[in-house]
């Protein structure tokens, strides 16, 4: 079977940095993912690993280490704005689709 | 908006009724998605379509039945729901499935529609 791990959820403040952890058993992989989802609003892809290593993206950052199977996702200076459900997913063996993680609900703090 | 539209927002239906959910993508891309998100719970792959052809099935129950006519449409029709099927359907597209490779194709959400079984 495949499986995802993630925090349910985490908190912090305006301006601070928060890592959301994904640990992940999966039967294959080919790459790691992250997307956004805020309330009633569809999904939206953040980044992708697929090689060991630090992806920067603007304020977000990825990370992923195979042999660990292990990523995380990495916010900082934090805005309101951010406060979402951030959903790690695994691209299986064969690269056909995604197995999504249960999602961390991210809240900002003023 | 990411490209892709949703039709119905919202369906309230009866366990004995038939209604049909609405997938289009302005996008180009040639694989299509029907996902699942019930309250708590990850998001649950429904089916793929690649260039038309269905290539993945998740043990979805028959009274979901999925129709891709073409690249740029998906439908899910439903029948004799189940309470238990209330949920979050989400439709997304990328460029194509099965990418492999050490490359993806970023999926493009759809607003999903909210059902309500009664």
């Known amino acids: 079977g495949q499986s995802l791990e993630q925090p349910s959820e985490v908190t912090a403040v305006e301006g601070a940095i928060v890592q959301i952890n994904c640990t992940y058993q999966t039967s294959g992989f080919y790459g790691l993912s992250w997307y956004q989802q805020h309330d009633g609003g569809a999904p939206t892809f953040l980044s992708y690993n697929a090689l060991d290593g630090l992806e920067e993206t603007g304020r977000f950052s990825s990370f992923l280490s195979r042999s660990d199977s292990y990523g995380y996702l990495l916010l900082q200076e934090l805005q309101m704005k951010d406060s979402a459900s951030y959903f790690c997913a695994v691209l299986d063996n064969y690269g056909q689709n995604f197995v999504f993680g249960p999602g961390t609900r991210l809240s900002v703090l003023p | 908006e990411t490209g892709v539209t949703q039709t119905p927002r919202h369906l309230v239906m009866g366990m004995t009724n038939k209604k049909s959910l609405k997938c289009e993508q302005h996008?180009?891309?040639?694989?299509m998605y029907w996902y699942k998100q019930s309250a708590k719970k990850p998001l649950e792959l429904m089916f793929v379509?690649?260039?038309?052809?269905?290539?993945e099935n998740n043990s979805v129950p028959s009274r979901f039945s999925p129709e891709c006519p073409n690249s740029s449409h998906l439908f899910l029709h439903l029948h004799t729901l189940q309470p238990e099927d209330s949920a979050l359907y989400l439709c997304?597209?990328?460029?194509?499935?099965?990418?492999?490779?050490?490359?993806?194709?970023?999926?493009?959400f759809g607003p999903g529609t909210r059902l309500t079984v009664l």
């Open positions: 379509y690649n260039f038309k052809e269905q290539t």
């Open positions: 996008l180009g891309h040639n694989a």
């Open positions: 997304a597209s990328s460029q194509e499935a099965n990418v492999g490779g050490g490359r993806t194709d970023t999926q493009y």
